[in-house]
């Protein structure tokens, strides 16, 4: 059900897709979708955290082996290829999903809610990192950035919207992506 949500979600738009046809495409009951998941929104919230995560294991994004790495790395240099790295792993399989979040949150509440919960999260995410990255710096990071502005900084960078506009509709690679993505970060954090 959340392959079929998935795939319908990212062609025809949250309002577009419908309960009907997600059960049609995924050879179940309606009443299956509703009894699995309760509403079109809770099975969105689903598809994206599958999305961004991966799989279907309640795992947090710090504690997956990816993000452990990043935090173990002593070099402030790799710590951004790391981190450059795991976010286009991220965004390779969530951008499209984040998109129709990010498209019809604006004209439906519920989703405005999980789209600001999503910054949240991903920020908070990159406020862990840049506190790593900070204190792995010595005489601290560029310009005078503290870990906000450098987690401010991340989250853009990093952030579905960058990755869409130059991945998506611009047809970079992922692979020149998550390069130019490295080099950003370090040009603007490291010293």
């Known amino acids: 059900m959340i392959d079929a949500a998935g795939r319908l979600f990212t062609q025809r738009g949250w309002a577009g897709t419908t309960?009907?046809?997600?059960a049609r495409t995924a050879e179940v009951g309606v009443q299956t979708v509703y009894f699995t998941f309760g509403n079109k929104r809770a099975l969105l919230k689903e598809v994206l955290d599958?999305?961004?995560a991966g799989d279907a294991d309640p795992v947090?994004?710090?504690d997956?082996?990816?993000a452990r790495e990043l935090l173990a790395e002593p070099d402030p240099a790799t710590q951004l290829r790391l981190q450059a790295a795991g976010a286009c792993g991220i965004l390779e399989r969530a951008a499209?999903?984040?998109?129709v979040v990010r498209g019809a949150a604006a004209a439906e509440p519920e989703l405005a809610e999980l789209w600001q919960t999503n910054l949240r999260q991903r920020h908070a995410v990159q406020l862990h990192f840049a506190q790593a990255l900070e204190a792995k710096t010595p005489g601290g990071l560029r310009d005078g950035h503290d870990a906000a502005s450098a987690a401010d900084i991340?989250?853009?960078l990093l952030g579905p919207e960058t990755y869409?506009?130059?991945v998506t509709d611009r047809h970079w690679t992922p692979e020149?992506?998550?390069?130019?993505?490295a080099d950003s970060l370090a040009r603007q954090l490291l010293p």
């Open 164 to 166: 869409a506009l130059l």
């Open 154 to 156: 991340a989250l853009t």
């Open 50 to 52: 599958t999305a961004v």
């Open 64 to 66: 997956r082996p990816w």
């Open 19 to 22: 309960i009907d046809e997600i």
């Open 96 to 99: 499209p999903v984040l998109e």
């Open 176 to 181: 020149r992506w998550q390069r130019w993505a």
């Open 60 to 62: 947090a994004t710090l």
